[in-house]
């Protein structure tokens, strides 16, 4: 059987999900020796994608995996190229789904005020724009959430690839991992701003597993009550600031529903 | 006529960046390196937002350094509150450092630089044609990584480290687990440094100016930063010492250390002292003069060595923290208050310095983070046109090659470069 084709790379992000892929220690022989990995500059030399000839194969690879939210006009001829090149684009990680952190002050400060803070005035000759996820640029074929992604829906979407499938992905919101595990309960119990209840599952609640809030690096799951979560959270004596800039970290847009 | 060789992009390291050469003819006029990562402007992001989120934010900036980053930001900000954590804190931020020092130096000598030394092009040649080698690195590395993952709770952008504590002690049978892990992959890291040694008959690189933290007993920490000129100042003054300016053709600042371009990470430390324990330290006499007062060309050499150091004492200190049990553990209450905070740290790159103001509510007004590869760039570009000019005339496959070699053995990491550092 042909080997899968892949391309694996990054925009603005951290390279935390391409690390991922590294990090999976166990499976990275396999992975290897399963798939082609045409193209994966941060542990390969060569394999950069050109114009595809014509005796290049058509698309160039059958999936790409690619993280990092959109903000230079470099980011956005990389994602148009891939997405060119690709049968199925994968939305590799929180920036390239929801933006991510680089995109948490979207609502509140402008790119160019940013950069001026940063890097003074010779800041105003970089070129940027407000950082943004791959569906406002691109169809995206399937996504994998998280910052940094879990290692299982790695795999797991490596493993359906070969299969020439896509796996399915988890709609339920962390609190149910987080309940199944007998956690104590950081929100209600001990009244910490805790985000489980809106954001997507499928880590296994490892941070409330710690004693530590959810932070919502999942984004948000599907049919999120987010107006009644702010409404609880008011309750218990938070500032819709502090929630909104606390919700805003992985995900700028969310929809408040009527408390908008 | 005059020419430019690009290397674009730089691969087998972390992030986006190029290099140009210059050509007139064949002399090698001047080099541009381009750090070319999108910037996030983390030190803007930080502004405005309460002094709890800011060690979960940064910790972002990268994820092969995220725990050193997240360790150096809860450091700071308790030092600008006045907060001393427990003895088990310490030890437990001290055995997750050194998890990140396993995970990152197996990383970058066994996976992005060993293909150079067996003529492979990255993982998958190594896969096919060094096989064992490669499963050996990445147990290694996997062993970092579960320190990471058991101690920090998540094996990227650990979420078990909180200002004044931890959001839960380790469990004794996961410590006995990482001790046996640690035991099982001993006897690579005695043997890393043999994949590597100082390039024989190689053209000489400008003499660099080492830079690290002066050893305070507790390491990969310390209040005060030395040179290899005997100088030395304290981390909270690093403003008066290190200055920096934006170059017009990269995303990262240059530094500048007293007026040199310094050289920071694991060569440094060797060159200045830093203690490297039993084992690596009985190796290090044969190394000797393949590491003091060379170039980075040696940084692999002296990674091998801290790679050995750091499973040897993260054994030591699974060993403290077994034996005190329940003793010491407990977090320490923040509370804000105005004022700035800083402190450093030895990443696996080198040098890493965070510091930050914050108003009487304790949101915070300043930010500002000096990374290792920032610190590195000047230095890097300097070696680099110092071995083009060695390099003129020769084949192009050869001399970009040598000169991605070079790049490679900065293990630069361009996330971190990149989100600069304001004046």
Not at chain 1, 82 to 105: E, K, P
Not at chain 2, 16 to 26: E, M, Q, T, Y
């Amino acid at each position: 059987m042909r080997r899968p084709r892949l391309a694996v790379a990054g925009l603005t992000a951290c390279s935390g999900c391409q690390l991922t892929l590294l990090n999976c220690e166990e499976e990275l022989p396999e992975i290897a020796a399963r798939f082609d990995l045409v193209h994966f500059p941060m542990a390969h030399s060569g394999g950069e994608p050109g114009a595809a000839g014509p005796e290049q194969p058509r698309p160039l690879f059958d999936a790409a995996l690619v993280e990092g939210a959109v903000s230079t006009p470099g980011d956005l001829a990389t994602l148009f190229r891939l997405r060119g090149q690709s049968r199925i684009l994968v939305a590799f990680g929180t920036c390239a789904l929801f933006g991510g952190v680089a995109a948490m002050d979207n609502r509140r400060s402008g790119r160019d005020a940013q950069l001026a803070e940063v890097y003074g005035a010779p800041g105003s000759g970089f070129r940027s724009f407000p950082p943004a996820p791959f569906k406002n640029y691109v169809a995206v074929d399937f996504a994998i959430t998280g910052c940094p992604p879990e290692k299982r829906d790695l795999l797991d979407l490596l493993g359906a690839l070969l299969a020439g499938t896509l796996p399915p992905v988890p709609c339920y919101p962390v609190c149910t991992e987080c309940r199944s595990r007998e956690n104590l309960c950081l929100l209600l119990e001990r009244g910490e701003l805790c985000l489980g209840p809106v954001v997507q599952g499928g880590c296994n609640a490892r941070c409330p597993a710690t004693g530590v809030p959810c932070e919502g690096c999942r984004g948000p799951v599907s049919e999120a009550n987010v107006a009644q979560q702010l409404q609880l959270l008011l309750e218990r004596g938070f500032g819709r600031e502090e929630i909104e800039s606390r919700m805003s970290r992985f995900t700028p847009e969310w929809d408040y529903g009527q408390r908008r | 006529m005059g020419s430019v060789v690009e290397i674009n992009p730089l691969t087998r390291v972390e992030g986006h960046g190029s290099l140009k050469v210059f050509l007139d003819g064949a002399r090698v006029e001047r080099v541009e390196l381009r750090l070319s990562e999108s910037p996030r402007l983390f030190e803007a992001l930080l502004l405005g937002k309460g002094f709890a989120q800011v060690p979960e934010i940064v910790c972002r900036i990268c994820s092969l350094c995220s725990t050193v980053h997240k360790v150096t930001a809860l450091l700071a900000v308790e030092n600008a509150f006045g907060v001393r954590v427990s003895r088990a804190t310490a030890l437990t931020r001290e055995l997750i450092l050194n998890g990140g020092q396993i995970q990152s130096h197996s990383l970058h000598l066994y996976c992005l630089l060993l293909p150079d030394a067996l003529g492979l092009a990255g993982v998958t040649g190594l896969a096919r044609q060094a096989p064992e080698l490669l499963r050996t690195g990445l147990a290694v590395k996997r062993v970092g990584n579960l320190i990471q993952e058991t101690v920090g709770g998540r094996l990227i952008h650990p979420v078990n480290l909180v200002l004044g504590g931890l959001g839960r002690r380790i469990p004794r049978d996961s410590l006995l687990f990482l001790r046996d892990e640690i035991d099982a992959v001993l006897p690579a890291c005695a043997e890393a440094f043999r994949l590597y040694r100082f390039p024989a008959d190689t053209p000489p690189l400008p003499p660099p100016n080492y830079l690290a933290l002066r050893e305070s007993g507790v390491p990969f920490s310390g209040e005060r930063l030395c040179t290899c000129e005997g100088r030395d100042f304290p981390v909270a003054a690093y403003r008066d010492f290190i200055s920096e300016e934006v170059v017009p053709h990269s995303h990262a600042k240059n530094a500048r250390v007293l007026g040199h371009p310094p050289l920071v990470g694991a060569l440094s430390r060797l060159n200045l002292g830093s203690p490297l324990g039993t084992g690596p330290g009985e190796t290090f006499p044969e190394l000797r003069g393949q590491i003091i007062g060379r170039d980075m060309r040696a940084n692999a050499l002296a990674q091998a060595l801290e790679l050995h150091q750091a499973a040897e004492r993260s054994r030591a200190l699974l060993e403290e923290l077994l034996e005190l049990g329940r003793e010491g553990a407990g977090n320490v209450a923040v509370a804000p208050e105005s004022g700035r905070g800083t402190a450093a740290c030895e990443a696996p790159r080198g040098v890493l310095i965070h510091s930050y103001d914050f108003d009487a509510a304790g949101v915070c007004v300043g930010a500002d983070v000096v990374t290792p590869t920032s610190l590195n760039q000047e230095a890097l570009s300097g070696d680099l046109l110092a071995l083009a000019r060695a390099l003129e005339g020769a084949d192009s496959a050869l001399f970009s090659g040598e000169l991605e070699r070079l790049i490679r053995s900065y293990d630069p990491c361009i996330s971190c470069a990149v989100h600069l550092v304001r004046l």
